[in-house]
């Protein structure tokens, strides 16, 4: 797993080479010129991951689609805009209607309702309805987020693709591409706390900050887990929010440098606006409540006890992973159920956990492999 | 309830016009056009200063209109509501020459006051691009003879650093620093030799695009011995309480952008009670109530504002952040997805408005400032110690304030925050059945929270990373104690049912309560209906959202 991971990572070269279209540098000059990268890829399922650690609008624009109907060339995506596109037979054509939000130029893999059931089909650019319009997204400024409205739109049945869409399945690539984001801001942030000083020290020799540090990998690896392990609904609706709130607290840590669009560390700004984005293009979100949490808590548990890696089998970051579930939702009612919950909350036994954290998260760092 | 300052406002606002109308020279359409070409307000601001904005920088003692905290609050707020980025680069001349106005000789404040009316733009160089907000690490040095300085070093991030035609530079005038290391020098950049500083490019940031946010570069640049504000040695102390004055007016930038937020979010959403519209109206109300409170505080508890300050400034713009994550995900994609063809758009103030928890001494720092007290605070509380006639009038509106005293400014309070050491009484007060459960639960979170701050022994370096948490309790707490105070100090004076029975007190406290994990912060339906329907009535009638009344220059 961990080999075919970093050989997927290292087909997108290093992060930190100026000259590397898929670098830092390039990706957030591409941003800033309102452009997706160019890059010839073959865009499979198991690169979505990392692709999403460089640029969510490349997957969006590009990767997404290919990754999910195994499609030869890049395609955009297109979320629903509150009804399903609809597509009904007419004469050996099909009839769309409805509304989509597109990503991305050129051909669009959309998600129609056909007969009751949903389908993939690719759009030719040449097919595609007059786009607009526009909209003023803060970020995926890349992928040129637009409406596309279908009326009686004609395209030929042989746009369908074979076999039936996979939402759940979408659901997950898109998840994890945004995990991959979380990880390269984790990354990033990571790499400021340790050369910045502050008050005579690195600013990871702070309490605080190793304690954002460490909650904000808590919620990577709780998503993780989510992934692997859990439930449709926890990667549909907890994965974001914990992405969200990770990635808030990490701009907090980093303080100015979450709010420049250059300098080393502009890639967390251009994550931070590109998950803002996805998440409006996505909509509306509800704030998770006892049940996501226990589901959640659930796959933590299943991936520690069936673990083989050193870290992922010991007991600290399961602990630190049943705490935060137990803050999230609803506050009155505190899921998991407290007899759950490791009996040593000390602050003591809180600044330990963060350290055994800290020291994985360090390990993670060294080598350029993959996250997880 | 109108007050004097209302109609301050509402004579201001006139002088600007409808926002909407796009022939405006201060309209959505406009600011909305300079974000995208990343231009400074230029002609904004010269329309500002020619209704007196900048007059308004400037102490009534120094023949300025400066004449209360609480105006000037309540200007800022006014033009943050219309545009952000207009307020941060406009209001950066306050944030320039406060230390001057604090700590200045009579007659470099004089001076001062002459260029600030005139228009000219002075900026605050505090921040290094390798030790943010860690002042005591500052690098930017002087070397001096008998009647001069020269500067050294570079300062980066900084308001109005290129624009500006005087910069207020905060300098290690002692080669080993320390706390009595730094001081402040006032430099006139049209008076530099030329080739001794250069202004570094303007940085490209997520938000605020149009603002000069730059830096400078001094090269051995000599200035006159006279440019030291105040007595060499003392640059850290003024410029910590020059902060204790803008950190209270951010309350009012951060409150102007949850108007701006919360006037698009009626304006694409359904008719009807909402529950996400009602939660964030009362949340506003509450950031009202406390940036309210604390501007009268400069006044009525300057020995205290070290407390409100950072309260204000660690407290607000979080709230007002969550507020505007909380509207676009309840109220979805319309909000972040606007069409070119709107003139205002959600996603521009959702960036700009990031900066309000990293400028001016970031969330952390201020919390930092309020850990660095909890043992006064916790013994203030214990002592139900209050300035009696200083909590009344910074919370009783209609009560004229005396002139500030910014002498009286301290960097710790001793006697910790008579706000919130007043609130066990304060809640005694709250006997209506419908206050009860909620004066009980905010009573025992109360008195939990200072157990917790007594028990708490950080060390200067080792400040464990609970006491944040507990820090930002203790905003939550003053918050409440503001709102709790201005209820009762004010409550007769206007007969609307919204303050006669409390009902906005009643919603502030149950949104609080949910931010002190200590209920679920959702508004009952009564109150849902009723928050709902007067903020559609302030919007629709033009009014400003407000506990308070006040007419806006503005189409519905």
């Given at each position: 797993?961990?080999?075919t991971l970093?050989?997927?990572?290292?087909?997108?070269g290093?992060?930190?080479?100026a000259?590397n279209?898929?670098g830092?540098?390039a990706?957030?000059?591409?941003?800033?010129?309102?452009?997706l990268?160019?890059?010839?890829?073959?865009?499979?399922?198991?690169?979505?991951?990392?692709?999403?650690?460089r640029?969510?609008?490349?997957?969006?624009?590009?990767?997404?689609a290919?990754a999910?109907?195994g499609?030869?060339?890049?395609?955009?995506?297109?979320?629903?805009r509150?009804e399903?596109?609809?597509?009904?037979?007419?004469?050996?054509?099909l009839?769309?209607d409805?509304?989509?939000?597109?990503?991305?130029?050129g051909?669009?893999l959309l998600t129609?309702?056909?007969?009751?059931?949903?389908?993939?089909?690719?759009?030719?650019?040449e097919?595609?309805p007059?786009?607009?319009?526009?909209?003023?997204?803060?970020g995926?400024?890349g992928?040129?987020?637009?409406?596309?409205?279908?009326?009686g739109?004609?395209?030929?049945?042989d746009?369908?693709l074979p076999?039936?869409?996979?939402p759940?399945?979408?659901?997950?690539?898109?998840?994890?591409?945004?995990?991959?984001?979380?990880?390269?801001?984790?990354?990033?942030?990571?790499?400021?706390?340790e050369?910045?000083?502050?008050?005579?020290?690195p600013?990871?020799?702070?309490p605080?900050?190793?304690?954002?540090?460490?909650?904000a990998?808590t919620?990577?690896l709780?998503?993780?887990?989510?992934?692997?392990?859990?439930?449709a609904?926890?990667?549909?609706q907890?994965v974001?929010?914990?992405v969200?709130?990770?990635?808030?607290?990490?701009?907090?840590?980093?303080?100015?440098r979450?709010?420049?669009r250059?300098?080393?560390?502009?890639?967390?700004?251009?994550?931070q606006?590109?998950?803002?984005?996805?998440a409006?293009?996505?909509?509306?979100?509800?704030?998770p409540?006892?049940r996501?949490?226990?589901?959640a808590?659930q796959?933590?548990?299943?991936v520690?006890q069936?673990s083989a890696?050193?870290?992922?089998?010991?007991?600290h970051?399961?602990?630190a992973?049943l705490h935060r579930?137990?803050?999230?939702?609803?506050?009155t009612?505190?899921a998991?159920?407290?007899?759950?919950?490791?009996?040593?909350?000390?602050?003591?036994?809180?600044?330990?956990?963060?350290?055994?954290?800290?020291?994985?998260?360090r390990?993670?760092q060294?080598?350029?492999t993959?996250?997880? | 309830?109108k007050?004097?300052v209302?109609?301050?406002?509402?004579c201001?606002?006139?002088?600007?016009?409808?926002?909407?109308?796009?022939l405006q020279i201060f309209?959505?359409?406009?600011?909305?056009?300079?974000?995208?070409?990343?231009e400074?307000p230029?002609?904004?601001?010269?329309?500002?200063d020619?209704?007196?904005l900048?007059?308004?920088?400037?102490?009534a003692?120094?023949?300025?209109?400066l004449?209360?905290?609480?105006?000037?609050?309540?200007l800022?707020r006014?033009?943050a509501?219309r545009?952000?980025?207009?307020?941060?680069?406009?209001?950066g001349?306050?944030?320039g020459?406060?230390?001057?106005?604090?700590a200045?000789r009579?007659?470099?404040a004089a001076q001062?006051?002459?260029?600030?009316?005139a228009g000219s733009?002075?900026s605050l160089?505090?921040s290094?691009?390798?030790?943010g907000?860690?002042l005591?690490?500052?690098?930017v040095?002087?070397?001096?003879?008998?009647?001069?300085?020269?500067?050294?070093?570079?300062k980066?991030?900084i308001g109005?650093?290129s624009?500006?035609?005087?910069?207020?530079?905060?300098?290690r005038?002692?080669?080993?620093?320390?706390?009595?290391g730094?001081?402040?020098?006032?430099?006139?950049?049209?008076?530099?030799?030329p080739?001794?500083?250069?202004c570094?490019?303007?940085?490209r940031?997520?938000?605020i695009?149009?603002?000069?946010?730059?830096?400078i570069?001094?090269?051995?640049?000599?200035?006159?011995a006279?440019?030291l504000v105040g007595?060499?040695?003392?640059?850290?102390?003024t410029?910590?309480?020059c902060?204790?004055?803008?950190r209270?007016l951010?309350?009012?930038?951060?409150?102007?952008?949850?108007?701006h937020a919360?006037?698009?979010?009626?304006?694409?959403?359904?008719?009807?009670?909402?529950?996400?519209?009602?939660?964030?109206?009362?949340?506003?109300?509450?950031a009202e109530?406390v940036?309210?409170?604390?501007?009268r505080?400069?006044?009525?508890?300057p020995?205290?504002l070290?407390?409100?300050?950072?309260?204000?400034?660690a407290?607000?713009?979080?709230?007002?952040?969550?507020?505007?994550?909380?509207?676009?995900?309840e109220?979805?994609?319309?909000?972040?997805?606007?069409?070119?063809?709107?003139?205002?758009s959600?996603?521009?103030?959702?960036?700009?408005?990031?900066?309000?928890?990293?400028f001016?001494?970031?969330?952390?720092?201020?919390?930092?400032?309020?850990?660095?007290q909890?043992?006064a605070l916790?013994?203030?509380y214990?002592?139900?110690?209050?300035?009696?006639?200083?909590?009344?009038?910074?919370?009783?509106?209609?009560?004229?304030?005396?002139?500030?005293?910014?002498s009286?400014?301290?960097l710790?309070s001793?006697?910790?925050?008579?706000?919130?050491?007043?609130?066990?009484?304060?809640?005694?007060?709250?006997?209506?059945?419908?206050?009860?459960?909620?004066a009980?639960?905010l009573?025992?979170?109360?008195?939990?929270?200072?157990t917790e701050?007594?028990?708490?022994?950080?060390?200067?370096?080792?400040?464990?990373?609970?006491?944040?948490?507990?820090?930002r309790?203790?905003?939550?707490?003053?918050?409440?104690?503001?709102?709790?105070?201005?209820?009762?100090?004010?409550?007769?004076?206007?007969?609307?049912?919204?303050?006669?029975h409390?009902?906005?007190?009643?919603?502030?406290?149950i949104?609080?309560?949910?931010?002190?994990?200590?209920g679920s912060?959702?508004?009952?339906?009564?109150?849902?209906?009723e928050?709902?329907?007067?903020?559609?009535?302030?919007?629709?009638?033009?009014?400003?959202?407000?506990?308070?009344d006040?007419?806006?220059e503005?189409?519905?």
């Amino acid at each position: 797993m961990t080999a075919t991971l970093s050989r997927t990572a290292d087909r997108l070269g290093d992060p930190a080479d100026a000259a590397n279209p898929l670098g830092f540098a390039a990706l957030v000059a591409a941003d800033e010129r309102g452009e997706l990268p160019a890059v010839q890829l073959g865009f499979t399922p198991e690169l979505v991951r990392a692709l999403g650690g460089r640029d969510l609008g490349l997957v969006l624009g590009r990767a997404l689609a290919p990754a999910l109907s195994g499609l030869p060339r890049p395609a955009g995506y297109a979320f629903l805009r509150e009804e399903p596109l609809r597509a009904r037979p007419v004469d050996g054509a099909l009839l769309l209607d409805g509304q989509v939000h597109a990503t991305g130029p050129g051909a669009l893999l959309l998600t129609v309702e056909l007969a009751g059931t949903a389908r993939y089909l690719l759009l030719p650019a040449e097919l595609r309805p007059p786009a607009g319009p526009f909209y003023r997204t803060p970020g995926l400024r890349g992928c040129r987020p637009h409406r596309l409205a279908f009326t009686g739109h004609r395209v030929p049945a042989d746009a369908l693709l074979p076999g039936p869409a996979d939402p759940a399945r979408a659901a997950r690539l898109l998840a994890g591409a945004t995990l991959g984001a979380l990880d390269t801001q984790l990354r990033t942030t990571l790499r400021f706390a340790e050369q910045r000083e502050l008050y005579g020290r690195p600013v990871t020799a702070l309490p605080s900050a190793r304690a954002a540090l460490a909650e904000a990998f808590t919620d990577l690896l709780i998503a993780d887990c989510c992934l692997a392990r859990g439930t449709a609904a926890t990667v549909e609706q907890l994965v974001p929010v914990l992405v969200r709130e990770a990635g808030h607290r990490l701009a907090l840590l980093l303080g100015a440098r979450s709010y420049l669009r250059e300098g080393e560390h502009a890639i967390f700004q251009k994550h931070q606006r590109d998950l803002t984005t996805l998440a409006a293009l996505r909509g509306p979100l509800h704030q998770p409540g006892a049940r996501l949490a226990e589901q959640a808590a659930q796959a933590c548990r299943l991936v520690q006890q069936q673990s083989a890696d050193p870290f992922r089998s010991a007991p600290h970051w399961l602990a630190a992973a049943l705490h935060r579930l137990a803050g999230l939702g609803d506050p009155t009612a505190r899921a998991p159920h407290p007899h759950d919950l490791p009996p040593n909350d000390s602050p003591a036994a809180r600044a330990e956990r963060d350290q055994l954290l800290l020291d994985e998260l360090r390990r993670r760092q060294r080598p350029a492999t993959s996250p997880s | 309830m109108k007050s004097a300052v209302a109609q301050l406002v509402e004579c201001f606002d006139r002088g600007l016009g409808d926002p909407h109308d796009p022939l405006q020279i201060f309209s959505f359409a406009r600011c909305q056009e300079l974000d995208e070409r990343e231009e400074f307000p230029t002609e904004i601001c010269q329309r500002l200063d020619g209704l007196g904005l900048a007059r308004r920088y400037v102490p009534a003692a120094l023949g300025g209109e400066l004449h209360s905290y609480e105006e000037l609050a309540a200007l800022v707020r006014l033009v943050a509501r219309r545009d952000l980025t207009v307020a941060v680069a406009h209001v950066g001349t306050f944030l320039g020459a406060a230390s001057v106005w604090l700590a200045g000789r009579p007659e470099q404040a004089a001076q001062l006051a002459r260029e600030v009316e005139a228009g000219s733009v002075v900026s605050l160089a505090l921040s290094e691009r390798e030790h943010g907000s860690d002042l005591l690490a500052n690098r930017v040095r002087t070397s001096g003879g008998e009647d001069w300085y020269r500067i050294a070093g570079e300062k980066w991030l900084i308001g109005n650093a290129s624009r500006g035609q005087l910069v207020c530079v905060l300098a290690r005038t002692e080669p080993v620093g320390g706390p009595r290391g730094f001081s402040l020098l006032l430099v006139d950049k049209r008076r530099l030799a030329p080739g001794s500083y250069r202004c570094l490019p303007a940085v490209r940031t997520v938000g605020i695009r149009g603002a000069d946010i730059s830096g400078i570069e001094f090269r051995e640049a000599e200035v006159p011995a006279d440019a030291l504000v105040g007595a060499a040695g003392t640059g850290l102390e003024t410029v910590l309480k020059c902060l204790q004055l803008t950190r209270t007016l951010c309350g009012a930038l951060s409150l102007g952008t949850a108007d701006h937020a919360l006037r698009l979010a009626v304006r694409n959403s359904a008719t009807g009670a909402n529950p996400a519209l009602a939660g964030a109206y009362a949340d506003l109300l509450v950031a009202e109530a406390v940036t309210l409170v604390a501007a009268r505080a400069v006044h009525a508890l300057p020995g205290e504002l070290s407390v409100a300050s950072a309260a204000v400034k660690a407290f607000v713009p979080t709230l007002v952040e969550e507020l505007i994550a909380d509207l676009a995900r309840e109220l979805g994609p319309a909000l972040l997805l606007a069409e070119p063809t709107e003139a205002d758009s959600f996603q521009k103030l959702e960036r700009d408005h990031h900066i309000m928890s990293i400028f001016d001494g970031n969330t952390a720092v201020n919390l930092n400032a309020l850990v660095n007290q909890f043992d006064a605070l916790a013994r203030g509380y214990r002592r139900a110690r209050v300035d009696q006639a200083g909590l009344a009038a910074a919370t009783t509106l209609s009560d004229p304030l005396p002139a500030a005293d910014t002498s009286r400014l301290a960097l710790f309070s001793r006697h910790g925050s008579s706000l919130v050491q007043s609130l066990p009484a304060a809640l005694a007060e709250l006997t209506d059945p419908h206050f009860a459960p909620l004066a009980a639960a905010l009573a025992e979170q109360a008195e939990q929270l200072h157990t917790e701050m007594a028990e708490l022994r950080p060390s200067a370096r080792e400040v464990p990373a609970m006491a944040y948490e507990l820090a930002r309790r203790y905003t939550v707490l003053f918050a409440a104690a503001g709102c709790v105070q201005l209820w009762l100090h004010n409550r007769t004076a206007d007969d609307s049912p919204f303050w006669q029975h409390g009902d906005w007190l009643r919603a502030a406290l149950i949104r609080l309560l949910g931010q002190l994990g200590a209920g679920s912060g959702e508004l009952p339906a009564d109150l849902v209906a009723e928050l709902t329907e007067r903020l559609r009535h302030q919007h629709k009638a033009g009014r400003l959202f407000s506990l308070l009344d006040c007419q806006l220059e503005e189409s519905a």
